[in-house]
């Protein structure tokens, strides 16, 4: 929706954007939607700050409204990462993110119903917070088709025709569409549309599991959406009194689902996990309850970073897949960055260079500041 918007916008309106079920079927409608900026790439970082700014101006910038809510981000941290934290901190605030390393007791001042003796240390960012992913593609699309974008739901891709090693058509079951120009960005689903042109990709696509906590009326005040790398979760408000739990352990990678054949629901063993771990951080928690809990998906590549590229062997196939997770608070400024990529092509120095889809087989991932233990 990001990439057909800014094509629009850059003058290039015959575009039309093919979803095989209905807009937000898929990982984006359940998206956490949380956007927070702290990345350990300046790539990365760099994308996200733009982002931000596109949600925080979402009326004047795109149109419509993006749902963004403004809760900053609070992040904490065991001692094994602290030093590596340092860094990336510097890091950011040289990419213009506003963000300051925080004692244990400075994370207490901020959110008091935290625990925090077994943090060394975290960071705040107060710019940051979470928005709607429904009404944010749906607003995307809105302004698009308003430039001439057409949009098409229920047309799943089930042919993609080349004529000397160039793009040229792509079909549908009841349509076929002349075009020397194909973008796959299709998710979870982003391989399978690949190997319509013999191009492999190594995708995984694993299930993300979410749960919600209604907040007991002793400490329903809504807070600040938090990240905690001791217990591997992730949380931010939703709606008056929940709160949205998440996973952040790079482990669920192991649980590999079907897109279009799986439980949406989350089992009672992992409600318990997840209900316990919030708690541990949000004492007060306790005296709240379990409310509802649901699973995602996400589309993984081997170093968790995105490949946004066009294929060398197949002139005019471009990739805009494997998000692993990211994906939503990216995906202004990947629209942007795709875009000029379509137009203008890939400058050797440009951010989007190190998004190549060769990386893998040339031995060249995406690696950040932190271990393994942390995601981003």
């Given amino acids: 929706a990001s990439i057909a918007f800014n094509l629009a916008k850059s003058g290039v309106t015959k575009v039309v954007v093919l979803e095989k079920n209905t807009i937000c079927s898929g990982a984006t409608g359940r998206s956490s939607a949380c956007i927070r900026q702290h990345y350990s790439t300046e790539i990365t970082a760099r994308m996200v700050h ?10 004047d910038l795109v149109g419509g ?8 981000y609070l992040m904490g941290v065991p001692e094994r990462n602290l030093d ?3 860094k990336v901190l510097a890091m950011q605030r040289k990419v213009g993110i506003k963000t300051q390393l925080v004692s244990p007791s400075e994370i207490k001042a901020i959110e008091p119903r935290v625990r925090t003796d077994d943090f060394a240390g975290g960071a705040w ?3 940051s917070g979470y928005a709607d992913p429904s009404d944010t593609t749906a607003s995307f699309l809105r302004r698009a088709r308003e430039l001439g974008v057409e949009v098409r739901q229920g047309a799943e891709v089930v042919g993609l025709g080349l004529e000397a090693g160039r793009v040229a058509e792509v079909r549908t079951p009841s349509e076929k569409f002349l075009t020397n120009t194909v973008v796959d960005a299709a998710g979870a689903w982003g391989d399978r549309v690949a190997r319509l042109v013999g191009v492999e990709i190594d995708l995984t696509v694993c299930r993300h599991n979410i749960c919600f906590v209604k907040r007991p009326d002793t400490a329903s005040a809504r807070h600040a959406m938090f990240y905690d790398f001791v217990k591997q979760i992730y949380t ?19 649980d590999v689902v079907d897109p279009d054949r799986y439980d949406h629901g989350i089992s009672y063993d992992k409600t318990v996990e ?3 771990q919030v708690t541990h951080r949000f004492p007060p928690f306790e005296a709240g309850s379990f409310h509802s809990g649901y699973s995602g998906f996400f589309d993984v590549t081997p170093d968790w970073h995105p490949i946004l590229d066009v294929v060398p062997h197949v002139s005019g196939f471009y990739l805009a897949v494997g998000f692993s997770g990211h994906g939503f608070k ?13 137009m203008n092509g890939k400058a050797p120095d440009s951010d989007i260079a190190a998004f190549g889809f060769s990386r893998f087989a040339e031995n060249n991932p995406i690696v950040g500041m932190y271990d393994g233990g942390l995601m981003g």
């Fill in 50 to 59: 733009r982002s931000l700014a596109v949600f925080e101006n979402f009326d």
């Fill in 65 to 72: 409204s993006a749902g963004f809510v403004r809760t900053g």
């Fill in 84 to 86: 590596a934290l340092k």
């Fill in 125 to 127: 960012e107060p710019d």
């Fill in 236 to 254: 931010r408000p939703e709606g008056r009194d929940l709160t949205l739990v998440g996973s952040l352990d790079p482990v669920e990678v192991a």
């Fill in 274 to 276: 997840m209900t316990g």
């Fill in 330 to 342: 990216l995906a202004p400024a990947v629209g942007e960055m795709v875009c000029s990529l379509i």
